[in-house]
């Protein structure tokens, strides 16, 4: 009988656009031990596995309960997706009944959070895929242009049509990054966390921050600084 549930942290070492990004210190500590720390106190898995190819990101946190996986050269690539690499990681590893990853790259993402979406996961077994964290999209999507030389192309008929009030404008969401939560039997056969059932968990904006440049670590810096997290 294999264990029921696991959460990968993916963490690769080659960053570009800021260089070291997950041993970078965030309030003190690199930014790697902010996921770490969060799915661990969520106690929601059996296992909490570290997969990078830098021995300096997994000296982070080897004081941590976690185990490294050492992640492949081919999947440690600017061009490599971290989909492609959990499932690389799942299609070698022995099975799990839950499968989840968590980006380092959310800092801020709470162990209530997390354990919120796996209680959902849970709660709607037969009618549920996979769980995703998501947060509202800032931007009012439905006045969105094409550009095509200096040709202005609206996406939406509401600029067409004159709907541009708020009472007709929408909400519309995007994955915050933090965590995505399946049934390993469902990843594997979709590939994917959005075919299938998918819920979301809907995740702050002060919670989903994701950090991948320098004015990225600052703004987190600053938020910490005065409190706001």
Not at 100 to 108: G, I, M, N, R, V
Not at 194 to 209: A, H, L, W
Request: charged share 20%.
């Amino acid at each position: 009988m294999y264990d029921r549930s696991i959460a990968v942290i993916p963490a690769r070492g080659g960053s570009t656009r800021l260089v070291n990004k997950n041993t970078t210190l965030l309030g003190g500590k690199p930014l790697i031990s902010w996921i770490t720390e969060a799915v661990i106190d969520s106690t929601c898995f059996d296992k909490v596995v570290i997969s990078t190819d830098s021995d300096d990101i997994f000296d982070c946190v080897s004081h941590y309960a976690v185990e490294r996986h050492v992640r492949p050269k081919d999947h440690a690539t600017t061009k490599a997706t971290v989909l492609n690499a959990m499932i690389n990681l799942m299609e070698n590893h022995e099975p799990y009944e839950i499968f989840s990853y968590f980006l380092p790259t959310c800092p801020f993402i709470t162990p209530k959070q997390i354990t919120t979406g796996y209680n959902m996961l849970e709660k709607y077994w037969n009618k549920c895929d996979s769980v995703v964290s998501m947060t509202k999209m800032q931007d009012t999507v439905q006045l969105a242009c094409l550009m095509q030389d200096d040709h202005v192309l609206p996406v939406f008929d509401n600029l067409e049509s004159g709907l541009t009030n708020s009472k007709f404008i929408k909400q519309y969401y995007k994955p915050s990054g933090a965590f995505y939560m399946g049934y390993w039997s469902s990843i594997m056969r979709d590939k994917n966390f959005f075919k299938g059932n998918t819920r979301g968990v809907i995740i702050p904006t002060e919670n989903s921050i994701d950090i991948n440049t320098k004015t990225d670590m600052e703004l987190a810096e600053a938020l910490l600084n005065a409190n706001s997290i």
